[in-house]
């Protein structure tokens, strides 16, 4: 047995070398889909980490509770990132976070409301800057530092906010000397107590640009704009080792607190990342589809230049029948032959994914991600494909007549 597969590979061995630029060519059709699907897995492995860093970075003790959204998880979610009123008919309220605190092991709670408004201070003009309103408990719950100055305090008089490094920079073209400087939002003038640290975060739960944001009281937002609609509430727990029992708390209170409405939702751990990791995970199924199409195309590649073999060879099948070769030994001899194609394609595919993995982790986040169900799913793949796709063409090649091949010439 061991002999005959040998045969079976130096035969297709040979006849590859015969045919070096068309097998080249096959390879390369049968890389060019194997390479998109080892690019997506390794960007799907490499956002996955992210995800579970970004949670690890925030202590693991955050809950955050959402307002569930009444459409399909596709236009929700690409909505919720698109646009700035994505949250207009939240069910969320202030009275809701009240609920939220008296719960046990709650050790902070802050509601994020973001208004879009027309920003100006003594040099500069914007529109369409994001304005979050919060509680002074939002910097004990987020990871985030103060470059300058102070977070506000709620008890504190006067109106005040804390403005991204960006937007500083934007507003005043300077970070150091912004604090103690006035901007106005809606004809309302307030002071600058805080700016932000740069924040470098690949991933964002909270949907804002905080270093293009103001960040201010709440009831102050409230004021300026006279309605505010809460997008999320944050909170953190005290004990992180009970946080399915203190998630099931917080929606029992807010549940009790809408007298039974149900319409929002509680997550932690890797889900708290949505509406992010939802759209990664939508985009790269369409490109996984789209990476599939060019398999199959790669596939009907490996067909089409097996039975062109075929073809040209059948004087030789007639002799080797002639000479005692059964029908089992010429379907396996081209059939080994598109397997080797198909797994060379595969070889330089994976190699080829991972080298462009590498290009596009330098201008992003995405580090390449290695792991052995990415390698073990390449070799299947590329076996499926050489065995599918080879078949047929083996099939034909065992059945043709020994004399009627005999009597064929290239």
């Not at 590649?301 to 030789?316: D, F, K, P, Q």
């Amino acid at each position: 047995m061991s002999l005959l597969i040998k045969t079976h590979l130096k035969l297709a061995k040979t006849a590859i070398k015969e045919n070096r630029t068309r097998s080249l060519l096959t390879c390369i059709g049968i890389a060019i889909g194997v390479a998109s699907i080892v690019l997506i897995l390794s960007l799907m492995g490499s956002i996955s980490n992210l995800i579970r860093n970004e949670v690890n970075n925030i202590g693991g003790d955050l809950i955050v509770v959402r307002p569930n959204s009444t459409k399909d998880s596709i236009t929700s979610v690409i909505e919720e990132l698109t646009s700035s009123n994505s949250f207009q008919k939240s069910n969320l309220t202030i009275s809701d976070v009240s609920a939220i605190s008296k719960v046990e092991n709650v050790a902070a709670v802050a509601p994020i409301a973001v208004s879009t408004n027309t920003i100006s201070s003594e040099k500069n003009t914007f529109s369409s800057v994001s304005v979050l309103g919060t509680t002074d408990d939002f910097i004990a719950i987020e990871p985030f530092a103060l470059k300058f100055g102070s977070f506000f305090k709620d008890e504190s008089e006067g109106k005040t906010v804390v403005l991204g490094s960006t937007l500083s920079l934007a507003l005043f073209n300077t970070i150091n000397s912004t604090v103690g400087k006035t901007i106005t939002i809606m004809g309302e003038k307030f002071m600058v107590i805080g700016v932000l640290e740069e924040i470098e975060k690949s991933i964002n739960f909270d949907n804002v640009d905080f270093d293009n944001a103001i960040i201010m009281n709440i009831n102050e937002l409230n004021e300026v704009t006279g309605s505010t609609q809460i997008q999320q509430i944050n909170i953190k727990a005290a004990n992180t080792e009970s946080l399915p029992q203190i998630s099931a708390d917080i929606e029992s209170a807010i549940k009790d607190n809408k007298l039974g409405d149900e319409n929002f939702s509680v997550a932690y751990g890797d889900k708290i990342t949505h509406p992010a990791s939802s759209l990664f995970a939508i985009i790269s199924g369409m490109l996984t589809l789209v990476a599939g199409i060019s398999l199959v195309v790669g596939g009907i590649g490996v067909m089409n230049i097996m039975l062109v073999s075929v073809a040209e060879r059948t004087h030789e099948i007639g002799i080797r029948k002639a000479v005692g070769a059964s029908g089992r030994n010429i379907l396996m001899q081209f059939l080994f032959e598109a397997l080797i194609l198909s797994i060379l394609g595969g070889l330089l595919g994976l190699m080829l994914g991972y080298v462009l993995a590498f290009f596009i982790s330098i201008v992003t986040p995405f580090a390449p991600y290695i792991s052995l169900g990415i390698l073990a799913l390449t070799f299947t793949t590329t076996l499926a494909i050489g065995i599918v796709f080879g078949i047929y063409p083996a099939i034909k090649a065992a059945s043709k007549n020994p004399i009627d091949s005999l009597k064929h010439y290239r």
